[in-house]
């Protein structure tokens, strides 16, 4: 081992010494500019003078020929400078991030309601929107699918079929004591980022441009960019300082935008802004992708599943986008923290006639999860037993019963101690007796708890995104700028890689500052997306800060005397050979030295394997683990509940700011709430989004949070080498509103004294849980 790598995997320890500037709490680097207004996000931007602003005119139809398109009352519209179609796009056609079958604008054929066929260049953002509603198009109209259940039953996919198979499942099932068939449908999401798409293009000498982009993905987009221009990716520079909100809506979605505005700005040599409204946003963009399952399980007298089969169709939309990964990440969470000793699972991107679904938080996971907490419970039922109970015997166990149908080993197994300390904390137990006897007296209001878990795989499927990059300078005064390949969305990321480096260097968290991620600076970067921006980005800045301080402590020990290994770095002060000199001193000693004070980093996660042909592997390099209890009470006259009190335990590992981290746990809480009861996506006969506005579409809102909220971190260290031991917290806690979930299931199954399994889809609106207690009334009354 070289000396250099094995000082790198020794840098944890190194940063002992350092000042503790990890494991804090510390507020948002961007917080009081958010709370002042004075955060600039891409619409902030000074415009420059000449700015052009864009706007796309958009299919009337889900699937057609495009026979012709009249834009003559576009171009005569009032400040119209030029309209763009997709003869106009001087490179590639396309923004696809895998497959090649995303258009950017239509080209003889339309494959969705909302799909942009040209774009119109105007002096003003309302004169580009209200020109782009004047083109005319004739079409001829194709068959469309419209639903994933329709593109199962035409076979039709964006994509090849998925197949995991471990052992014998059919053999398992039927020789099992019990087993239960059906169906289950969880619904999309829309991303509803705070801050829409934009990108804002500007075109720069010798056939250059600059594309200020919100996305999560600045080397995507600078790829894109450049394809579709025709050119070379150093003529591209994309930045982004930080987004409202991204959720993996702007992973590879914001391509459409950036290609866009660039193609227009470098067409006609002047800065082009493109920005969406909300409800064209909503029209245009993909969401998380809605999943039809058909399940066929078995299990022994204590619930303990023996064998299952299942099959995931999602609505993949009318391309592929995403959908491969995602496909594959909800195959490979669908275990969740459960032992499935006989599985097989198959999965078919749909291809429908509706906007091309994508990334969004969790990536897929929630999804393949859902299904098995809901089997947990219908298991619970049919054997009268507390879902808990059920819970605990499926439970992956340490020396055995602990190997994922992918093949995977799970080693920092902590359910059972997480779930007990929820269990006790919450008190489980008093509670669901006193919930059964609420309902036994009250004929109308009727509660439902549940208790559910997770287990998380933390890690890119595809091995070569689990890498980054990161530069850090230090100035002669002793602060540092630090840049690295992540995005900042609002979730804390450049927070934790300042004091990453702070702890590093042992100085104070304010000597540090993140600026924004630039192309020009970090190339090749990956998508700030699976939870890993901390992980991977972390221990980049944590390498390039090393490799700084070894130089430091070579030269302090070379000045002052001793052994560079006794040099230490704490409280802004650098101790050699019993000498102390400021840190900002030594810096300037350095200088005048000529010792170098800036350095790259780069970090690659180690040990991870996967075979997409068998999907079997070492995909992920940890799991993150939690589990919630939720509490409800429902009407059952009209629909309407409400969600008394929550109680909710996360494993972040060795958290590097715990408020940052709780913070995630509760938005991705409420977030996943919307998800599974109130945020409902609904398609007309047509194939047209009819709920593409907040007047349509319901996310949570401060009303709909728990007056009663617990939320805590669990004590844990990541028995992996994790950037300071701990644990993502992005995706993971999206799976705690389970609970909630299940807990509306359980109010329904009271209906009927919890005899019968209640037929309850997500969301699980007022008006479906309406329709399941009717269902199951009618049901009880006929048998």
């Known amino acids: 081992m070289n000396k250099q790598v094995e000082g790198f995997m020794t840098q944890a320890g190194a940063a002992a010494n350092a000042a503790q500037q990890v494991g804090r709490s510390r507020t948002h680097e961007s917080a009081e500019l958010h709370v002042a207004g004075e955060a600039t996000y891409i619409d902030d931007i000074p415009e420059l003078q000449g700015t052009l602003h864009c706007a796309l005119g958009m299919s009337a139809k889900a699937h057609a020929k495009l026979v012709s398109l009249d834009l003559d009352a576009v171009r005569r519209a009032p400040g119209v400078v030029d309209v763009i179609t997709a003869a106009d796009i001087p490179g590639v056609n396309d923004c696809g991030p895998v497959i090649h079958d995303d258009p950017i604008l239509a080209d003889g054929v339309v494959q969705y309601i909302g799909q942009p066929m040209f774009a119109v260049i105007a002096k003003s953002h309302d004169a580009a929107r209200s020109a782009a509603r004047l083109g005319v198009a004739r079409y001829e109209d194709l068959p469309a699918v419209l639903t994933p259940q329709a593109a199962k039953a035409a076979g039709v996919g964006v994509l090849p079929p998925y197949h995991l198979r471990r052992g014998d499942a059919d053999a398992a099932i039927a020789k099992a004591a019990h087993r239960m068939t059906g169906t289950f449908e969880c619904n999309g999401q829309e991303q509803f980022y705070l801050e829409g798409q934009i990108s804002y293009a500007i075109p720069k000498e010798g056939k250059g441009v600059h594309v200020h982009c919100s996305t999560q993905h600045p080397s995507e987009m600078q790829a894109l960019v450049s394809h579709c221009l025709g050119w070379h990716s150093h003529q591209v520079q994309v930045e982004c300082r930080r987004m409202g909100g991204g959720f993996g809506g702007k992973e590879s979605q914001s391509g459409l935008f950036a290609c866009v505005a660039a193609i227009s700005a470098t067409r006609l040599n002047r800065p082009v802004k493109l920005r969406l409204d909300r409800d064209d946003d909503m029209m245009i963009t993909g969401k998380r992708h809605g999943f039809y399952f058909e399940y066929d399980v078995g299990f022994d007298d204590d619930g303990r599943i023996t064998g299952a089969k299942v099959d995931m169709t999602l609505r993949a939309g009318f391309s592929a986008d995403l959908s491969g990964p995602v496909a594959t990440r909800a195959i490979c969470h669908f275990d969740n923290a459960y032992f499935v000793p006989e599985a097989d699972l198959r999965a078919l991107c749909g291809k429908t006639n509706t906007q091309s679904n994508t990334a969004f938080r969790g990536f897929g996971g929630p999804q393949g999860a859902l299904i098995m907490e809901v089997l947990q419970d219908a298991i619970a039922r049919k054997l009268g037993k507390d879902a808990l109970d059920v819970r605990k015997v499926n439970f992956y166990g ?65 091995q070569a995104f689990n890498q980054a990059g990161a530069l850090v300078h230090v100035y002669r005064d002793g602060s540092m700028l630090v840049n690295h390949g992540g995005t900042e969305m609002g979730q804390g990321l450049n927070t934790k890689v300042a004091q990453v480096v702070a702890h590093e260097l042992g100085v104070d968290l304010s000597h540090v500052r993140v600026t924004a991620t630039d192309t020009a600076k970090v190339a090749n970067t990956s998508a700030t997306a699976a939870s890993t921006g901390a992980d991977l980005n972390g221990k980049a800045a944590q390498n390039a800060a090393w490799k700084i301080r070894e130089r430091l402590a070579e030269f302090a020990a070379h000045k002052y ?7 230490t770095f704490a409280n802004d002060i650098v101790t050699a050979n019993g000498e102390a000199v400021s840190f900002p001193d030594l810096v300037e000693a350095a200088y005048w030295a000529r010792v170098q004070l800036w350095s790259d980093g780069f970090y690659a996660t180690p040990g991870l394997s996967w075979d997409p042909k068998t999907m079997t592997g070492n995909p992920f390099f940890y799991f993150a683990y939690g589990a919630a209890v939720s509490e409800v009470v429902l009407d059952t006259l009209t629909g309407e509940w409400r969600l008394l009190r929550a109680d909710v335990l996360h494993d972040a590992g060795k958290s590097i700011n715990p408020s940052i981290d709780i913070g995630q746990v509760e938005g991705a809480f409420i977030q996943g709430m919307g998800w599974l009861t109130t945020e409902e996506l609904w398609w007309n006969k047509d194939g047209k989004l009819m709920t593409h506005a907040p007047s349509t579409y319901k996310i949570p809102a401060i009303s709909d949070c728990p007056t009663d909220f617990r939320v805590a971190l669990f004590e844990n260290s990541n028995v992996s080498d994790s950037i300071h031991r701990s644990k993502a917290v992005g995706e993971p806690p999206l799976l705690l509103p389970f609970s909630v979930f299940n807990a509306l299931r359980d109010a329904v199954a009271s209906v009927n004294d919890y005899r019968d399994e209640p037929v309850l889809n997500a969301p699980a609106t007022s008006e479906a849980l309406l329709n399941a207690i009717t269902e199951l009334r009618t049901r009880s009354a006929t048998h």
């Open 398 to 462: 340490r020396a055995e019963r602990n190997v994922t149908p992918y093949g995977q080993t799970v080693r920092d197994n902590v359910i059972h101690e997480l779930v007990g300390q929820l269990e006790t904390e919450s008190e489980y137990r008093a509670r669901r007796e006193a919930v059964r006897e609420f309902n036994r007296t009250s004929p109308v209001l009727k509660k439902g708890l549940a208790l559910t878990p997770l287990k998380f795989g933390i890690s890119f499927n595809v």
């Open 561 to 567: 005397g001793g052994r560079k290994e006794d040099v």
